[in-house]
C-alpha cells in the first residue's frame, strides 16, 4: 500500500476556536452547525438522514469507513450532513457485500472532510460550550477570510429547513393493495419509516411539506403521519395547521421527532434549542406507561416544553429521556394522537421501540 500525503485541514467553531487535522477527499470549505453522535455503527444511515441538514457530523467512534458503503442501507436518496469530522478514516473496508469505500462515496456526493482530528477534545469542547456553527476548511482560506464567512451562517434557531429536504413531489410507497392507506407529511422523512410501515401492511402516499390537510385527505387514508426531519420546528407555520386540522376531524395521528414538535407546537406547547441535542443509538428512555426502559436511536436538536406539557389539560407524557428528563414521548388523552421524540424505525441493534408502528396501527384499527 503506497503513502499518500494529504493537506492539511482545519475545523474552526464560531467562537474562534481552531481544531486541526487532514483532508479526506474533495478540498474546499463547507458550512454547518457542529454535532456529535455517539454511535459505533450506523454511518452510512448517519449520512444520508434528512434530518442531519445543516450541521457537521462528529463521529465520536474512532474508526469511521471500515466497512464501506451499500447502497441498501440509505435514508434518504444523498448524502445529507454537511461535512464530517471524524479521528480515523479508513481507506479500506473489509465488509463482502459493502458496495465501494467511503472516500469514493464522499468523492461522488461531493461531501467536505476532516479527519485526524482529536474528537475526543472536540466533543468535550462542544458538550461544555454547547452547538455552535462551524466551518471545514481544506483549502487553506485564510483564517480572518473564514471568520467573516461564518459570521453570515445563520444559526439553526429559527431556522426552517424541512423545505430543503421534502419532496418537490407526492409519490407513493407500498403495496397499493394494502389493507392501510396512509398519508404522510414528508417533513424530511426517512425510508426505513416508510418501509416499517409498508412492512405492516401499509401503503403511504408522501406529502411535500407544504402540502394541506385537503391534500392529505384526498388520498383518503386511515392514518396520518408526521415525519422526523431537520431544523427549528417552529417556522413550520404549514405543518402545525395540517396537524391542528387533522386533530379536529378526530383522525388517527403519529409523529416522530420533527414531527413530534409540530404536534406539541399544535397544541399550544412551545418548543426550545437544547444546549448540545440528543444524537446516538444508545439513549435511555423511560415508557412511563408500562414502566419499561428502552434504548433509543435518538437525532434532535429541539425539544417540547415539559412544564407546559405536565400542565396541559389533553396531554399527557408518555416516555422521558432518562439521561436529562426531558420528554421522548407524549399522547392526547382526548384524541387518536401521539408522538415521540426518537427513532422506532432504526433499530441500531435494540429493536426495543419498533412496537409503536404495531401502536400506530392498533390505534387505526380501534
Not at 405492516?200 to 403521519?225: E, H, T
Request: aromatic share 10%; with cysteine; glycine share 8%.
Amino acid at each position: 500500500m503506497k503513502y499518500t500525503t494529504r493537506q492539511k485541514a482545519i475545523l474552526l467553531l464560531s467562537d474562534g476556536t481552531i481544531f486541526h487535522g487532514k483532508s479526506i477527499g474533495i478540498s474546499g470549505t463547507t458550512f454547518g452547525e457542529v454535532c456529535f453522535n455517539t454511535g459505533m455503527t450506523g454511518y452510512q444511515e448517519i449520512f444520508t438522514d434528512p434530518s442531519y441538514f445543516g450541521q457537521l457530523m462528529v463521529a465520536t467512534n474512532a474508526h469511521i469507513g471500515n466497512y464501506g458503503v451499500n447502497e441498501k442501507e440509505i435514508e434518504s436518496d444523498s448524502i445529507k450532513i454537511s461535512g464530517l469530522v471524524c479521528k480515523n478514516f479508513s481507506f479500506n473496508y473489509s465488509r463482502e457485500d459493502a458496495s465501494e469505500s467511503l472516500e469514493d462515496y464522499f468523492i461522488k456526493q461531493n461531501l467536505i472532510c476532516i479527519s485526524d482530528v482529536d474528537t475526543r477534545a472536540l466533543v468535550s469542547y462542544i458538550r461544555d460550550n454547547g452547538a455552535m456553527n462551524a466551518v471545514i476548511c481544506t483549502d487553506e482560506t485564510p483564517i480572518e477570510e473564514l471568520k467573516a464567512l461564518l459570521e453570515k451562517v445563520p444559526d439553526m434557531k429559527g431556522l426552517e429547513l424541512a423545505s430543503k429536504v421534502s419532496t418537490a413531489e407526492p409519490y407513493f410507497f407500498g403495496d397499493e393493495n394494502a389493507t392501510y392507506k396512509i398519508s404522510a407529511l414528508d417533513l424530511g422523512i426517512k425510508m426505513n419509516i416508510l418501509r416499517n410501515l409498508a412492512k405492516r401492511d401499509c401503503y403511504i402516499k408522501v406529502f411535500p411539506f407544504d402540502s394541506s390537510y385537503q391534500d392529505l385527505a384526498a388520498f383518503n387514508p386511515d392514518g396520518y403521519f408526521l415525519s422526523n426531519g431537520p431544523g427549528d420546528p417552529e417556522p413550520l407555520s404549514g405543518a402545525i395547521q395540517v396537524a391542528k386540522e387533522i386533530l379536529e376531524n378526530n383522525n388517527p395521528l403519529f409523529g416522530i421527532c420533527l414531527g413530534h414538535q409540530v404536534i406539541g407546537l399544535a397544541n399550544g406547547i412551545s418548543t426550545y434549542k437544547m444546549f448540545n441535542g440528543h444524537r446516538g443509538i444508545n439513549h435511555p428512555v423511560k415508557n412511563i406507561i408500562t414502566g419499561k426502559g428502552e434504548i433509543t436511536s435518538q437525532n434532535h436538536g429541539f425539544a417540547v416544553n415539559k412544564e407546559e406539557l405536565e400542565n396541559h389539560p389533553d396531554l399527557e407524557i408518555t416516555h422521558l429521556h432518562l439521561n436529562d428528563g426531558t420528554v421522548a414521548g407524549m399522547r392526547m388523552k382526548n384524541k387518536n394522537c401521539f408522538s415521540v421524540q426518537y427513532h422506532p424505525e432504526a433499530s441500531p441493534g435494540p429493536h426495543d421501540a419498533s412496537y409503536l408502528f404495531d401502536q400506530f396501527i392498533e390505534n387505526i384499527k380501534s
